[in-house]
């Protein structure tokens, strides 16, 4: 049974839906196909027929923008998905703006103080009742440590782990039906997007583990004139709380600023494409939710990044794939490419190297057709997966996380500087790092790091070659007597077999012999009778023999 709560907000999700048009939608599933005929009786249809109708994805993007900031989240997401959706539907979901209002600032000081276990004024000087950012999860105020220092307090909205768990709930029970009554939809695995959404928000919801972020990428770039991150102060940080270092920068996005300041937006973008790669392949620990609106430069042309609750990392052997593919593409050995991706994993294992190959190269091709400073190797990658994805490539989260960052970075980048060319940028950075992982110099880094362990271990190397032998002579014992238990049962199984047979045949002979002694009833004749006798006691004979010679 649907409860009262869930069954209110359909009811206010369905309402939306009809404001914006999206009822078509709903009736074009089987499930309410043969009620489409009342759309024709509801005078709202008519209304909106004679306006000039937007486009379904636009009338999307409103609808969800109207049902709140978890369905706004969730859009964002959907839209990094650009393997599932059309071109059209990604872009206008992309769009979606993480904004809402405020709560009360008095709600943010009781929150605040209820996490610390003690009053603001006893650990702030200065704390602003208005807040520096607002958004669908958390909630910014600045303030002022007892130290001088300037610092940013993030927390949590009241209630959102309430919110997030109806509306998760919600979602899945729209992604089952989506998935049941829609040919379309199940393409789109509804499920599997919620369930990986679910994870998303979640993690979003502890800010100890978005500071514990923060504090690994801050450590990758101590020290760095390329990236800054702000330092978290985890005296005063809890699940519900995060206090962190307050920044002070230009937006990226405001070009004419950056340009005011004498900053190189050549070099901006290519310090851009720099960070990203550095991230990935050197740190395999990258920011991935690097939109413009959380990064910040000084006026050094220093990137500074803000909001870390979403990260990713790559294994090393996806981190080499990753790699090998990007050189490959750009080498147009498509063989190699598929190759790659049946050597990963990424694509089943029985998949035809030939056709995917050629599927490859039809994606592909194109692409060259431009200068290399147009090439977008983010929609290089969702095209590839949109292919692969033919082939049954399940696409991993963290594969869509580098997916969506690198379309971010990229996009920055080129709007920074439209000739920024990425693969001049790139190129030689993957090539190190492939020098870097195969060659002599990896294989001695590899025996180097691994010789520490080794050598704690090599005082023990006689005793556990002496319990290897050991354990190989009782193995063998234990083969010796497994083999002659089962030869005694097979030799038992022979003995029984031939006592079966042997009576048998006695039976047969002794049945006969009384068949001839009594002679024939009343309804079978004497010459039927004899040769029933005879063919019974051939067989008897014959089974006695068998079994005799069988024994001997």
């Not at 440590?145 to 009241?158: M, Q």
């Amino acid at each position: 049974m649907v409860p009262i709560s869930q069954t209110l907000r359909l009811i206010h999700i369905n309402l939306v839906l009809l404001r914006h048009g999206l009822d078509e939608l709903i009736f074009a599933t089987p499930l309410f196909r043969p009620l489409r005929f009342l759309l024709w009786l509801s005078p709202l249809y008519w209304w909106r027929k004679r306006k000039t109708m937007t486009p379904y994805p636009a009338r999307v993007r409103e609808a969800l923008e109207d049902l709140g900031p978890i369905f706004i989240k969730f859009g964002q997401l959907l839209s990094t998905r650009r393997d599932l959706l059309p071109d059209d539907w990604a872009v206008e979901l992309a769009r979606l703006q993480d904004r809402v209002p405020p709560f009360p600032s008095e709600i943010a000081r009781e929150l605040i103080e209820k996490a610390w276990g003690q009053s603001i004024d006893s650990v702030l000087d200065d704390f602003s009742d208005i807040p520096l950012a607002s958004a669908s999860i958390a909630q910014v105020h600045t303030g002022r440590l007892k130290d001088g220092r300037s610092v940013i307090v993030k927390v949590l909205r009241p209630g959102i782990a309430r919110t997030i768990n109806r509306d998760i709930a919600l979602m899945y029970s729209i992604a089952r039906l989506a998935h049941r009554y829609s040919k379309e939809a199940r393409r789109l695995r509804p499920i599997e997007v919620v369930a990986e959404y679910e994870k998303t928000i979640y993690g979003e919801l502890d800010l100890q583990r978005e500071a514990a972020n923060a504090s690994q990428l801050r450590r990758n770039w101590l020290h760095s004139s390329a990236l800054y991150i702000p330092d978290v102060y985890w005296d005063w940080t809890r699940p519900t709380v995060m206090v962190m270092e307050r920044i002070f920068g230009t937006p990226v996005s405001d070009v004419g600023t950056l340009k005011q300041q004498g900053i190189s937006m050549q070099l901006l973008g290519e310090r851009g494409v720099e960070i990203f790669f550095t991230q990935v392949f050197r740190d395999n620990f990258f920011h991935a939710d690097m939109h413009p609106g959380n990064i910040f430069v000084e006026p050094s042309g220093r990137y500074i990044s803000v909001d870390f609750g979403i990260v990713g990392s790559l294994t090393e052997e996806d981190q080499r794939y990753l790699a090998e593919n990007l050189l490959a593409f750009f080498e147009r050995n498509y063989r190699r490419v598929a190759e790659l991706h049946v050597e990963s994993g990424w694509v089943p294992r029985g998949t035809r190297v030939d056709e995917f190959e050629a599927a490859i190269r039809t994606v592909s091709e194109p692409i060259f057709e431009k200068p290399l400073s147009e090439i977008s190797f983010g929609h290089f990658l969702v095209r590839l997966f949109q292919t692969a994805r033919r082939f049954n490539m399940e696409i991993q989260p963290q594969l869509v996380l580098l997916e969506k960052t690198l379309l971010n970075i990229e996009g920055l980048g080129r709007q920074l500087y439209p000739e920024l060319d990425l693969w001049t940028t790139a190129k030689p950075f993957m090539e190190r790092w492939m020098k870097e992982r195969i060659g002599p110099r990896a294989l001695l880094r590899r025996v180097r790091a691994n010789f520490g362990p080794f050598a704690e271990h090599l005082p023990d190397l006689p005793m556990l070659a002496y319990r290897v032998l050991e354990n190989m002579e009782s193995a063998q014992q234990q083969a010796h007597a497994m083999r002659e238990e089962q030869a005694r049962l097979q030799r038992e199984l022979r003995e029984r077999r031939t006592l079966v047979g042997a009576l048998s045949g006695a039976v047969l002979i002794v049945c006969a012999t009384l068949l001839l002694l009594l002679g024939p009833g009343s309804l079978v004749s004497p010459l039927v009778a004899q040769v029933v006798a005879g063919a019974v006691l051939v067989l008897g004979v014959w089974l006695l023999l068998y079994q005799w010679r069988a024994a001997s």
